[in-house]
């Protein structure tokens, strides 16, 4: 019912920068907080960070500082600005959202940073 699907992984350069981008099937006005997270190979699924309707950010002590999370509700849209890459990001960025309480999530986009 609800699809998420992410946008804007590749590879880059330590210390480039990409922009994640998390387009939902539906109205995400109503949505309490949105989510990026990621998983290397190796490790479990971890927050990268989150967004809330009412505008609050959290992110992780890794990142914070060099990613932002945005959202535009009138596009449907959540947003992760990456500045500053380092290779100990390389991960399979998952976009996250919960609807009528039921979490969904996205396949996921592949983010390299070579050294």
């Known amino acids: 019912q609800v699809q998420l699907v992410e946008s804007g992984g590749g590879l880059v350069q330590a210390g480039g920068s990409l922009r994640l981008s998390c387009a939902a099937s539906t109205t995400i006005f109503s949505v309490n907080a949105m989510g990026w997270y990621r998983q290397a190979p190796g490790k479990q699924r971890e927050l990268v960070a989150v967004i809330a309707r009412g505008g609050i950010t959290n992110y992780a002590d890794s990142v914070k500082g060099r990613f932002t999370i945005s959202r535009d509700n009138a596009k449907n849209t959540m947003y992760l600005q990456m500045n500053s890459l380092k290779p100990e990001d390389t991960a399979v960025y998952y976009c996250?959202?919960?609807?009528?309480?039921?979490?969904?999530w996205g396949q996921g986009t592949q983010v390299t940073v070579s050294s």
């Open positions: 996250e959202a919960s609807f009528a309480g039921t979490d969904y």
